[in-house]
């Protein structure tokens, strides 16, 4: 028979009668938590791929100079690397961005051709690049957005370089990457006997001692034979390079502004809802509602708002991010997937910033005095 | 002496500073299941003194009681308004958004946890009032008399002791207006409630066993006999 009336209907019921205005507001929320999911998931992404990196390579400890983009540490450096009793293998790198094309920008690394990095790569065509000589290997994706298969040629920076092989990686930041002799590198920024960082592989710890006290012990003797250099080990480093750190700073920042217009914009509807209402707010107080009541449901309307222009924007998020992922200009540096955390945070983002939103005009709302409500045009 | 279900004792209020005095010390009884009639011009306090009597607002002196407790410090208002008060309105004041059944079921969102139970009682409400056929009509789909029925039916939700109805025929034509006040009347003896109406009809004023007359912010007439015998 009946059509039963529930609190978090007669809510619904309140957002719907003004179906313009709160369709508008959601596109406001989920513009705001589409910037959340699409840019903080680029950034956490991002530094899921060099985590995956490094993992996939092997690598435990980074040994670095000063910073992640700081080519400027002695490749002599790697001697005294090479003969501690900790290190099973050592290698130098060198790590830059590089224009390939206008439209393409890629991660361009420097290795050995003896790496133990080439390990972790499957080749798709063509042979392991030589040292010394003017050629690259392309990651399968990079490959992919430049049109290039081996025995192709690219320039790279003025200087025409032969497409040795194409390789498979199992992170973005491999497959979408270019790798170089160091020494092509080295020449090709100036940087003669210098490198960014070493790789390293650890020697299985020893029987009886635990693999993070085996980690620190190796970081304080690398340490203690090379001084002023440091050893940092691989996940940290993944999460904790300046790249990374850049990429976090940037999708905080941007999508905390998406975020404070996406609460304003729930803040303005709430006020004027609660202004359009005061009568029936009236009415309620009239009819028994306690202010805590009123205040339940005004909330509750913001909260929906949150929540509602989160799923949207989770939506547009990922949207958002497949196609950064798809563009040749990010392709290097972003996959699709994204952390499933990353999309509770954003719901519990959204229903915060929605509650944040209507706290004011709920409280405004819940003291009105019934009187005066009532008397209200 | 019978107890009054609703005592005023020197009830003043103010606005604006004391600049404008609405009431200006009334003193009145209500006995339970009594039927008053409230009349006077404009601005003689009448509505003032019903909005005083029903906790929608709080007198700048003096006390209201129900039951010999006082409103507002004994007894929550909101509690008071939820429990014990039923309102009817001039302008009925039901919610747009809302059908008919839904606009019945609001004050019981209030106290009852049980969404079938309200319904149905909401559905039971309106067929009392003849309404049978308007449950899922919205408040602009319907006609003034049926918009204020809805109202009466839904100041009944919570099994209120005390129905008051501030001007209920204000707004309708003189054969609703008829039919509301009957269908008042009838709620009053079948369920042996209070019904205090404010009214400035004359022949509404006059066909209530007990009358008060307001003026300037004072009782200028009325009759305690029953609650003095």
Redesign the interface.
């Known amino acids: 028979m009946a059509a039963q009336l529930s609190f978090t209907g007669f809510a619904w019921k309140n957002l719907w009668r003004r179906r313009l205005r709160t369709l508008l507001t959601l596109g406001g929320i989920a513009m705001a938590i589409g910037a959340f999911v699409g840019l903080v998931g680029f950034s956490r992404s991002f530094e899921h791929e060099w985590l995956r990196m490094y993992l996939s390579s092997g690598t435990d400890i980074a040994v670095v100079q000063q910073t992640f983009l700081n080519t400027s540490m002695d490749e002599s450096a790697g001697v005294k690397l090479k003969a501690l009793p900790v290190v099973a293998q050592a290698t130098p790198m060198i790590l830059n961005l590089m224009d390939l094309t206008p439209e393409v920008n890629a991660l361009a690394y420097g290795w050995k051709a003896d790496s133990y990095e080439f390990d972790s790569l499957q080749l798709v065509s063509g042979r392991r690049f030589r040292d010394g000589q003017p050629e690259v290997m392309l990651g399968d994706l990079l490959a992919g957005n430049l049109h290039k298969n081996a025995g192709d040629t690219l320039e790279i920076q003025g200087s025409p370089f032969t497409v040795a092989g194409v390789y498979h990686g199992g992170s973005a930041l491999e497959a979408g990457a270019v790798i170089l002799p160091i020494d092509q590198m080295q020449q090709l920024g100036g940087l003669q006997g210098k490198v960014t960082a070493f790789h390293v592989r650890l020697r299985p710890p020893p029987p009886g001692e635990a693999p993070d006290r085996y980690l620190k012990r190796a970081q304080a003797e690398i340490e203690a034979a090379l001084p002023g250099l440091r050893a940092v080990p691989a996940a940290e480093r993944a999460s904790n390079n300046q790249l990374v750190l850049l990429a976090h700073a940037a999708a905080w920042g941007t999508s905390s502004i998406a975020m404070l217009i996406g609460i304003l914009g729930i803040a303005n509807t709430m006020a004027m809802s609660v202004f359009e209402r005061t009568r029936e707010i009236g009415i309620l107080r009239a009819l028994g509602w306690k202010r805590w009541r009123i205040l339940l449901l005004i909330q509750t309307e913001a909260a929906v708002l949150g929540l509602a222009g989160g799923i949207l924007g989770i939506a547009v998020g990922c949207g958002a991010l497949r196609l950064l992922a798809a563009l040749p200009q990010t392709a290097s540096i972003v996959s699709a997937s994204f952390p499933v955390l990353l999309l509770f945070e954003a719901l519990g983002i959204a229903v915060l910033a929605g509650l944040a939103a209507g706290a004011v005009p709920a409280w405004r709302g819940a003291h009105l005095s019934p009187v005066e409500a009532l008397r209200h045009d | 002496m019978i107890s009054p279900i609703l005592e005023a004792r020197n009830l003043c209020k103010s606005y604006d500073e004391g600049r404008i005095e609405a009431l200006r010390g009334v003193d009145l009884s209500i006995a339970a299941g009594e039927y008053v009639a409230i009349s006077g011009p404009s601005g003689s306090g009448k509505s003032t003194l019903l909005?005083l009597l029903?906790g929608?607002?709080t007198p700048t002196s003096g006390q209201v009681f129900f039951s010999n407790q006082p409103l507002g410090a004994a007894i929550d208002l909101?509690?008071?308004?939820?429990?014990q008060?039923g309102?009817v309105?001039q302008a009925f004041?039901l919610?747009?958004?809302?059908?008919a059944?839904?606009n019945v079921?609001?004050?019981m969102?209030?106290?009852s946890r049980d969404?079938?139970n309200?319904?149905?009682r909401?559905?039971a409400l309106l067929r009392e009032m003849g309404l049978e056929d308007r449950?899922?009509r919205y408040p602009n789909e319907l006609s003034a008399g049926e918009r204020q029925r809805v109202a009466i039916a839904?100041s009944l939700a919570?099994h209120p002791s005390i129905l008051l109805a501030d001007e209920p025929t204000g707004n309708l034509d003189s054969v609703n207006s008829a039919r509301i006040m009957e269908m008042l009347i009838g709620i009053q003896q079948k369920r042996g409630m209070t019904l205090i109406v404010v009214t400035h009809e004359n022949e509404i004023a006059h066909s209530a066993p007990r009358h008060i007359r307001m003026r300037d912010g004072l009782r200028v007439g009325g009759d305690e006999s029953r609650l003095e015998s």
């Open positions: 909005q029903g929608l607002d909101d509690d008071y308004r939820a429990h008060v309102f309105f004041y919610l747009p958004t809302l059908s059944l839904e079921q609001v004050p969102l209030a106290l969404a079938g309200r319904a149905h909401a559905g449950l899922h839904r919570n």
